[in-house]
């Protein structure tokens, strides 16, 4: 009980903290584009040209129609983005922090948090290819869409504890951040993002499930 409590006091501190953990997360991204010409629009960029290649192409291997696969992938990849980078940078949340925790005494959670708004600011560069798509092939937006707002707030305190729990056990196994990112790739091939559940086979269907 005494263990929860410093825990939940902990993240209610990193919390009123937030100027510093939305200062370090815009930081790490500034300092990635240093000195380019597009700057943090490459996020954009990126899985823009993804998305079109990968629409062309296996629209063309699953043999879906493009003006309904398109807008399923760039869905999928823009979440997915945000799902995985959560996860796996949360893998470094107190390694890549050292530093910061040999000299400031801020909330353990304060870091964590500068993940999450690190890798909601791509979310937030990635977003907005999706009213693109939706414009170019006419994808209708329904009241339920509404729905993904609270799915979102989900994910991201999902994404708090995921992150507390994997940065705490990376800073004493220093393997699980390779082992997690592998595992992440895995898992991005069998989720259903360049595909459709509904597609499969039953049996895989339920394998896959």
Known sequence: MRAATIAGNDIYRGVGAWRIWTMLGQTDVMCRYRRTRLGQFWITATLGLLLVGIGIVYSSLLKQPLTTFMPYVAINFVFWNLISGIIVDGCQTFIGAARYLKQIDVPYSTYIMRIIFRNGLVFAH??????????????????????????????????????????????????????????????????????RSEDLEDRVHDIMQ
């Open 126 to 195: 990635n977003l907005v290819l999706l009213p693109i798509v939706f414009v170019i092939f006419s994808v209708p937006i329904s009241v339920t869409a509404l729905l993904s707002v609270v799915g979102l707030v989900l994910l991201v305190l999902n994404g708090l504890w995921a992150g507390l729990l994997l940065g705490t056990l990376a800073a004493r196994f220093r393997d699980l951040p390779q082992l997690v990112q592998n595992l992440m790739q895995v898992a991005f091939f069998m989720t259903p993002i360049l595909f």
